[in-house]
């Protein structure tokens, strides 16, 4: 007799486990009348609901329509995507510019397309640079968080090597040693990709990015890729740099040949983003101030956190139960904050990540020390004590 077997079921049972681990995620849809204060998104600047970008967007599907119609080499760009890549690489210091439909093909594209010998990682980084790594087909050694010495000894003797690191790390919310890194890397002949999802907005004058701050945004050896879908509140990616590798990515990045080109909406809702940052570079210094103003709170409750570097703000819960609860707590006090559990984050750092957005307001500000207070009495100071006994 066939024994039929549920075909799914292997799936259930790992869900189960995934129960039992805290480790379940839940979709929650947002409605029009959410009246939680939001501390969850990356909407760093809160330009996603500025009618100045509506207007872009508006505009540009007017102009062009609801699609991009094909990939960027078919039908897929048009004078606004090459208007934008001028504009993005104007504003962050490189030479040229390539978007893409998001940030995380930008970000494959980039580490796949450079073809490296050999790639170096810093273990903080951020998933879309990891499967980047994975999708190279070439060694990967991944360094120590932030370790400018294991990078060194990694490219000893290394041919074609690129240095692959966040600018601001995604829930940590610390800044990589750029200037540090940038002198290993011209040294040993290597290339250094820097991923400025996080800092494109908040960081360096006028937000113009970590990369521009420390004075390298356009050396020849530097490859920037950015978001457009936080500080900039559209969607869609860019990798920045030298024409030569943009050139490369063109001809050869698959997740940018085989790809749709960026929807028009977005191009024009960036674009007037970057409008508004041009005339408004007080917003990038109003989320960093937010930031440590938000930082400053958890740690006089006596909650673990770091100084943050831009707007993202973490509060360190180690295990994934208590993290889940903290966030709980948090939004039955109106404030609805990121919870970040394993695979997210190492085992024994899930945390609430908090985001110090520009347009938070005094009030708003207290409303958040009111519901840390409610995780602090609640789950108590993160010590070694309380934390996950398997770290
Ligand atoms: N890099 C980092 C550091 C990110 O945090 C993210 C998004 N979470 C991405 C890249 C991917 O960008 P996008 O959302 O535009 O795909």
New binding site residues.
Partial sequence: MIRRVDPLERLTAATRERTAAGLRRTLRPRTPAQTLLDLAS?DYLGLSRDPRLAEGAIEAVRTWGTGSTGSRLVTGTTELHTALEERLAGFVGTPSALVFS??????LAAVTALRPGLIVSDRG?????IDGCRLARCPVVVTPHCDVAAVDAALDGARDAVVVT?A???VDGDLAPLRELHAVVRDHGALLLI?E??ALGVVGPGGRGAAYAAGIAGEPEVII?V????SLGS???AVLGAPEVIETLVDTARSFVFDTGLAPASAGAAAAALDVLAAEPELATRARDRARRLAASADALGLETTTPAAAVVPVILGDPGRAVRAAEICAEHGVRVGCFRPPSVPQGRACLRLTGRATLEEAELTEVTGALTGVRELIGPYSARNADPTR
């Fill in positions: 990356n998001s940030g995380y093909l930008a970000n980084n951020h998933a879309s640079l966040d601001v790390f995604s991923d999802a996080h890729t978001t457009l879908s936080k969607q869609g990616g």
